[in-house]
């Protein structure tokens, strides 16, 4: 690499602001002057193989020598991975072979000892041994750190050693009958993994929209809510409440009657029901109280046709699903603001269709606000308020050219909140996390890489969690890209200041 690309590569890696107990502070490690990294622990460099080095190559070196990278990245990702399978294993054991032949044709001959051609063998190792997580030494290390800090009478270790471990074990046991305390055997990684099924709020089986799903960060503040947030937040409750579904439907047959003879296309009564719902709603539910009694009706849905409190509690930062959320403000040294949601989404081809595409689409954005909607009878509800890119394919979001990262500009945002018709909010068990890399080839551009949820382990029965093991990007197998690589590498760079090497040293 010439000068230049290694400042632009350590100026990326000095740039990258990961999430809480992704990774460390990888940014010490940078010496943009000598365009260097010094000081890297070993869990660093497994961060860097991984997942950030095919970042910050791209677009540096040539085609076929980032597709081999690339290649050879995804094959330590996916053996290190929680979720291996057998026939993902004999795959890495025929591919492994062929990147390190791709290896040898573009490194000198002198970078492959010993422990270069180990690597090979790691594919078969985890085969026969099972996941690499649980033979790592980490977690070793950490324990007998741990062990020597139980240390108080150096003339006798091993006693002092096993008093602390008999206290710890009884201090545990008594723990585990204490209601509503938290401790570290509960929380060993400060994680609340309250799960709430994205897929159930579309199910009306065993769904309450007042489930108090996650932990609040911080110290809580209560503000007054403005009207257009209000009405917003009110209308994204409403319309993702399967209670609802049955008055959506009703308002939805009313307009088409008074609209006769004119025939209102679904495009148009998504738009009326967008801004006048919540309000038909409040008087529908009023009149068929006068009609039918208070009990005809749930509480809930009773409670939701008032409409919200003025009165809101704002929270700093939010655990659920196994991640970290803190708003945008908080992401001085680490970045937990980054939000990915997946939601069903009317697609229409021109403004005459008639006939939309129902469809999943995923919405990239940074969380603001995280705010607890206060209703009547004590019910609340927590959401997230977000800054959300342009969803269209090629304006706010796109691929990049190997196909591998999602990217998204945050210079085209829509639904930002400062028009009534917008939607910013989101329910809190709906997030996934992200966090966002600054393009170095186009500087409006992030990478977008998804994160894991902490804690949560397929026991075969999700069928999400094979795609969650294989985000933020699945690599393509170098054959792919590398058409006829011996006719298009150059092996000479001609661009690059060669390096003297002294024959007495």
């Known amino acids: ?71 050879l990245c995804g094959y330590f990702r996916e053996i290190c991975s929680k979720n291996v399978r057998v026939s993902d294993l004999k795959r890495l054991e025929a591919e492994i072979p062929i990147i390190m032949c791709h290896l040898e044709m573009i490194f000198p001959p002198s970078f492959f000892t010993v422990m270069a051609h180990l690597v090979i063998h790691l594919a078969t190792q985890t085969k026969l041994a099972g996941p690499v997580m649980f ?8 324990y007998l750190g741990s062990l020597k800090s139980h240390v108080r009478n150096k003339a006798h270790p091993e006693a002092s050693i096993a008093e602390a471990i008999t206290a710890v074990e009884f201090a545990n046991f008594v723990l585990r009958y204490l209601q509503g305390y938290n401790s570290k055997l509960k929380h060993i990684l400060g994680i609340d993994n309250d799960v709430l099924d994205v897929e159930s709020l579309n199910s009306n089986e065993n769904f309450s929209l007042f489930s108090q ?16 947030s209000k009405i917003q937040a009110h209308r994204y409750v409403l319309f993702n409440f399967p209670e609802i579904d049955i008055f959506l439907k009703e308002h939805a047959s009313e307009l088409r009657r008074r609209s006769r003879p004119r025939r209102l296309s679904l495009k148009d009564i998504e738009r009326i029901q967008h801004e006048n719902f919540h309000e038909w709603f409040r008087n529908h539910v009023d009149k068929l109280e006068q009609t039918n009694g208070v009990d005809s009706l749930k509480e809930e849905v009773r409670m939701l046709a008032r409409g919200p409190l003025d009165v809101i509690t704002k929270y700093q930062g939010f655990n659920v ?43 990239y954005g940074r969380l603001v606000v995280i705010v607890k909607l206060k209703y009547l009878g004590g019910y609340s509800v927590v959401l ?17 050219e190997y196909n591998n990262y999602t990217l998204v500009n945050f210079s085209r945002m829509t639904n930002t909140g400062d ?25 409006d551009w992030f990478v977008a890489m998804k994160m894991k949820p902490k804690d949560v382990y397929d026991l075969g029965d999700d069928e999400m ?35 003297v090497v002294d024959q007495d040293d």
């Not at 939309?356 to 919405?363: I, K």
Request: aromatic share 10%; with cysteine; net charge neutral.
């Open 1 to 71: 690499m010439s000068r230049n690309e290694k400042q632009v590569f350590c100026k990326t890696l000095h740039e990258i602001k990961v999430p809480n107990g992704y990774a460390g502070n990888i940014s010490r490690c940078v010496n943009l002057q000598q365009a260097k990294l010094i000081g890297l622990k070993s869990h660093d460099c497994h961060i860097l193989m991984q997942q950030l080095l095919p970042v910050a190559l791209r677009g540096l070196l040539t085609k076929d020598v980032v597709a081999v990278l690339f290649d």
């Open 135 to 142: 033979r790592w030494m980490y977690f070793i290390e950490r």
């Open 213 to 228: 799903v996650g932990k609040p960060l911080g110290r809580p503040s209560t503000r007054t809510i403005d009207q257009m």
């Open 321 to 363: 699903n196994g991640f970290t959320f803190r708003a945008k403000r908080y992401d001085k040294y680490t970045q937990n603001s980054g939000v990915v949601v997946i939601a069903k989404t009317s697609s229409y081809a021109s403004s005459g269709d008639r006939n939309p595409v129902l469809g999943d689409v995923a919405y």
């Open 384 to 400: 997230f308020k977000c800054e959300w890119c342009d969803a269209t394919s090629g304006r706010g979001v796109k691929k990049d």
């Open 419 to 443: 028009r009534l018709e917008d939607e910013p909010f989101i329910f809190a068990a709906q997030a996934e996390q992200v966090y966002y890399i600054q393009d170095h080839i186009d500087p």
């Open 465 to 499: 969690m094979e795609d969650r093991e294989n985000e933020p990007y699945h690599v393509p197998f170098l054959n792919n890209i590398l058409v006829n690589a011996e006719g298009n590498h150059s092996w000479v760079r001609s661009d690059v200041e060669g390096i």
